[in-house]
């Protein structure tokens, strides 16, 4: 009998196979394929198994793969999938189930024996005994049914204490982590690592300022106010209450620059007094060193997974501006001098001057080759993460905006806020300001040609 990890190695190794026909790498596969690079190579080396088929016919078609082969590879895809459902304990269950009775079972029926047949004596006579029926040996499927039972019982009575204590814990006004959800006295919102002040909101209904955050399960910060707003990170809505447990986890990169080089900040300092551009992974640091902020536009790179196998769907992406005033003054540095590539990822885009921005999906472009644009709902799982890129740009204003994500798993509904470490992403135009590139050569800040 073929083993669960065999059927998982045969599938994988024909993706293997179909993989070496061509001359790519697992990169460039999953950039024509629209999905995570690593996602890929966990499916050639037998790590995950896709949920869908669809994925891995797109790769199977990408690398040649004949209609017989993708049949079978069909056929492997099926009983892969079989595998990784399949309980573990599933066949050790079947074994002890006709396993023969225990040692200790035998020895009652032998002595049950023993006691049935009477003992020789001399006289032929013997006196008359009351029958008595021998006890009767417990079967061994009772056992293993009362053991099943007991567990189950254990599970019920442990599931109805955890929600008794989350409604005790709802009432006493504390979160998931043991903390306080109210603002404590005395406590005010942290610096900003950007230079400026965030822009007046329109949309907060706390009377007061004074907001204290902490860390959530995933390592995100979030509000702890209760009037703040969405909830984030490791808290979920589900029919309008607070529960824990949230099924996926997320990061937020908001420093992406476009094609990895093109990007523009504006800064209230003359060109001889702001630092040369770092390189792209050094632009968050370099940018609260600065004082900069985005200008013209804003790309948030998100990455959400599920925290099990257990499938959880994307269902919406929302925006919500929560501050617009004029655009900042200063000047505007570009961090390249001309750049471009092949790759153009798809994406959505936003545009922060209209009135209700929306999300709208992008398709990508990689050496000519289309790249579908990324449609919502779309499911997720630790085996199977995925990446939203989300442009935002704006002509005409300096907007605070964060966005929304409403998710669904097993029957829960819950929303994710995803902003700038507890703050909204903050963009400003750079219509009508100065604007200077690095001379690498002079080693200063030049105006852009």
């Known amino acids: 009998m073929v083993s669960g990890q065999d059927e998982v190695a045969e599938f994988a190794g024909l993706l293997r196979q179909f993989k070496e026909r061509t001359d790519r790498s697992y990169g460039s596969l999953a950039r024509r394929l629209g999905m995570n690079t690593s996602t890929l190579h966990r ?66 029926t032998e002595a049950e024996t023993e006691t049935e047949t009477p003992p020789e004596v001399e006289d032929a006579t013997p006196a008359p005994q009351p029958h008595r029926p021998p006890p009767p040996g417990p079967r061994p499927w009772y056992r293993r ?87 984030t990170g490791a808290q979920s809505t589900q029919k309008g209450k607070p529960v824990g447990g949230l099924p996926l986890t997320w990061s937020a990169d908001s420093h992406v620059w476009a094609e990895g080089c093109g990007h523009d900040y504006v800064i209230n300092r003359p060109p001889a007094q702001v630092a040369p551009p770092p390189p792209a992974q050094d632009a968050r640091t370099w940018a609260g060193a600065q004082g900069a902020v985005h200008g013209r536009e804003t790309i948030v790179r998100v990455t959400v997974q599920g925290r099990t196998s257990t499938a959880v769907v994307l269902e919406a992406l929302r925006v919500r501006v929560v501050g617009r005033t004029a655009p900042l003054k200063g000047n505007a540095y570009a961090m390249n001098q001309g750049c471009g590539g092949a790759l153009t990822p798809r994406f959505f885009a936003v545009d922060l001057d209209k009135d209700r921005p929306i999300a709208r999906p992008m398709a990508g472009s990689d050496a000519g080759t289309p790249i579908p644009a990324m449609r919502l709902p779309y499911r997720v799982s630790a085996e199977d993460p995925e990446v939203l890129l ?51 050569e002079a080693r200063e800040w030049g105006p852009y040609a």
Not at 81 to 101: D, I
């Open 390 to 440: 989300v442009t935002a740009r704006t002509a005409g204003c300096a907007c605070d905006w964060y966005l929304e994500l409403d998710w669904s798993s097993q029957g829960r509904t819950g929303t994710i806020r995803i902003d700038d470490d507890g703050r909204p992403f903050r963009t400003t135009a750079i219509k009508g300001l100065p604007r200077y590139m690095y001379d690498t």
């Open 145 to 231: 049914r009362r053991a099943t039972v007991v567990a189950a019982v254990a599970a019920v009575l442990l599931a109805t204490l955890g929600t008794l204590a989350a409604l005790d814990t709802d009432r006493g006004g504390r979160g998931a982590d043991g903390r306080r959800t109210g603002a404590g006295p005395g406590t005010s919102a942290p610096a900003d690592p950007r230079g400026t002040s965030p822009a007046p909101t329109t949309t907060s209904p706390s009377p007061s300022t004074s907001k204290s955050h902490s860390k959530s399960e995933d390592g995100s910060t979030k509000p702890s106010s209760p009037q703040d707003g969405p909830t």
């Open 43 to 108: 499916y050639c080396a037998g790590d995950a198994v896709p949920q869908d088929f669809a994925p891995v016919e797109r790769f199977a078609a990408l690398c040649g793969a004949s209609a017989e082969e993708r049949m079978e590879l069909h056929r492997l895809w099926l009983l892969a999938v079989a595998a990784r459902q399949r309980p573990k304990g599933a066949a050790e269950s079947k074994e002890e189930a006709e396993e023969p009775a225990a040692p200790e079972e035998a020895a009652a």
